[in-house]
């Protein structure tokens, strides 16, 4: 066998091994959720939680229930994020979370995640940077091209009423083109013509009624 073969066989396993890394940690703009802004006549949050999810009129908020079901223990949990954070929106979380996801995805991908370091927890950011420093060490590139989120839900709520920590649950499809290069620019993995879809569950979390607005990636998979 030739040592141009050799090579080629050593760097596509590195690129299987990258490959089946980053799936580990990621799956198959600043601030994105609004600062808490004063309310007129506030009401008291201890009594808004044991409304749970109830507006005042009686009836399902909508903001909850479009999102998960009315009975569901996701549905309490939102309430009761809202009532210690009157001015938090499920609806608006989620669009920023969306922005977010493309934010966080593409920084990693392009392997300079410092900018984003104040969005992910400890944990997240530390697993991101092996991974990036592994492919440095190799002399691996990749280059992506986000192309747009198909897919989003909320899979689950909870609240810690003692912490007021809140953590929500969301299932992501983004679609995005990637290539991987070795040290010579040459691709050995992907096709940056051939859209393919990536699929991730992100929880991301936040002390509810806090002064940072900013909510933190804390955990990932597929």
Do not use: C
Not at 78 to 105: D, H, Q, R, T, W
Request: charged letters at 30%; proline letters at 5%.
């Amino acid at each position: 066998m030739s040592s141009e073969m050799i090579q080629l066989l050593v760097l596509a396993g590195i690129a299987v091994f990258l490959i089946l890394r980053l799936k580990n940690v990621l799956g198959s703009r600043e601030g994105f959720e609004k600062p808490p802004l004063p309310m007129p006549g506030q009401k008291d949050p201890a009594a808004e939680a044991r409304k749970g999810f109830e507006v005042i009129d009686g009836g399902p908020d909508r903001d909850i229930t479009d999102h998960v079901p009315e009975d569901s223990s996701a549905a309490d949990a939102l309430g009761k994020m809202k009532a210690a954070e009157p001015s938090f929106n499920v609806g608006e979380f989620l669009g920023g979370a969306k922005g977010a996801y493309e934010m966080i995805l593409m920084a990693f991908e392009s392997g300079d995640i410092d900018d984003i370091a104040p969005f992910l927890s400890k944990e997240v950011f530390e697993t991101f940077q092996e991974v990036i420093d592994l492919r440095k060490k190799e002399g691996i590139t990749v280059d992506a091209n986000f192309v747009g989120v198909r897919e989003m839900t909320l899979l689950d709520a909870s609240f810690d009423e003692a912490t007021k920590e809140g953590e929500l649950k969301i299932r992501f499809v983004g679609e995005l083109t990637s290539v991987v290069r070795d040290s010579a620019g040459d691709i050995i993995e992907g096709n940056l013509n051939e859209v393919k879809r990536q699929k991730d569950i992100w929880s991301f979390e936040r002390v509810m009624g806090s002064d940072n607005p900013n909510w933190q990636l804390v955990a990932t998979g597929e």
